[in-house]
DNA sequence: CAGTAATTTCGATCTTTTTCGAACTTTACA
DNA sequence: TGTAAAGTTCGAAAAAGATCGAAATTACTG
């Protein structure tokens, strides 16, 4: 469907991480992936109230700022968030996002 | 001077953190601050390179934000980054700042 | 192959954020 | 008391970000 582009982490800023998390509704998105275990799940089968377009919008924050990886299937597209290397590169910090209400 | 106004953590939100982390100068501030074991800094001891209203700004941001204590002393304002609190609040985020380079 | 479902792209609008210069306030101190 | 130093406030301009509807793309499904 699309080619993703996933940076390498070691390319991402700590500031262009906080900047991506600075929205409620990432957030959200990025809490969502944490709880599925180690399962990916679908742009859509994350409740969000916001259009479609401003949807895919986030992912895209969220891709480009090295928080989520996305591959496709079908017509749809599974993302899940870059544990191991978030862990790596910026310690602390899933477990921050995991935590909060 | 001024009545600066410190709101408490448990009224700040992750996003709004993460919203004040998000800018290259503020986090400056804040690792400048966290170099100074205890020591409070004046917002001028903090070298950069904008005008001083924009810095002035930058300060507005992270205390509203939770992350700074500011007090006046004289014609200056002394800072400190809100450790204890913030290590409470949100756990492994001061870390996460004072290891970036 | 037509239809549908999932997502992206485009273009536009609206809001927020950043930034600055200039004027102002407060305090220190010569 | 007058001058300087440190910050703040204001107003404006520019840049960045969020949001949406509509059209386009892609791939599955009958």
New interface residues.
């Given amino acids: 469907m699309k080619a993703y582009s996933h940076p390498s982490l070691d390319k991402v800023?700590?500031?262009a991480v906080?900047?991506a998390?600075?929205?409620?509704c990432r957030?959200s998105i990025v809490q969502a992936l944490l709880a599925e275990e180690e399962r990916e799940l679908a742009c859509n089968e994350i409740s969000l109230d916001v259009a479609k377009a401003t949807r895919s919008h986030h992912f895209d924050v969220l891709r480009e700022a090295g928080i989520i990886f996305t591959r496709c299937e079908g017509t749809r597209c599974m993302s899940s968030v870059r544990r191991k290397e978030l862990n790596k590169r910026?310690?602390?910090?899933l477990?921050?996002?995991s935590h909060?209400p």
Same sequence: chains 1, 2.
């Fill in positions: 800023s700590l500031t906080m900047q998390l600075s929205d409620p957030v910026f310690p602390g910090l477990k921050l996002i909060e």
